[in-house]
């Protein structure tokens, strides 16, 4: 292999890793479903709370939503977006994740 060969390989090889590089990992998600069931349910369960609006308790579940995609792993989010009922595990996970949340908000109440 001469020198040129050399160099054109080395170029081609930090090309593809850079282009690979460039591409987006894929994150974690939730459904989009979490979100608005959680806050229809905090809504549900505060009716008689006058000061806390509708956009806190959404704040609060995209808070517990966001703590969730940090906790869990992927294969345990990949479950539960794709099982209709709620895995037996999902119930710790999310206490552990508007606990975290309520720090930030106290008048919300899980």
């Known amino acids: 292999m ?8 080395g170029l081609l090889t ?3 890793t850079g282009f690979a590089g460039a591409q987006p990992k894929q994150d974690k998600q939730m459904s989009p479903n979490y979100v608005e069931s959680c806050t229809e349910q905090q809504i549900q369960m505060h009716q008689k709370v006058k000061d806390i609006s ?5 704040s ?7 703590q969730l995609i940090n ?6 989010l990949n479950e539960l977006n794709k099982s209709s009922k709620k895995p037996a595990w999902f119930k710790s996970a999310e206490d552990v994740a508007t606990k975290s949340c309520l720090q930030s908000m106290p008048k919300t109440q899980v």
């Open 14 to 16: 930090l090309a593809f």
């Open 60 to 66: 609060f579940c995209e808070c517990t939503s966001k």
């Open 71 to 76: 906790n869990l792993s992927a294969a345990q």
């Open 54 to 58: 509708a956009d806190q308790f959404r």
């Open 2 to 9: 001469n020198i040129q060969n050399i160099a054109a390989l």
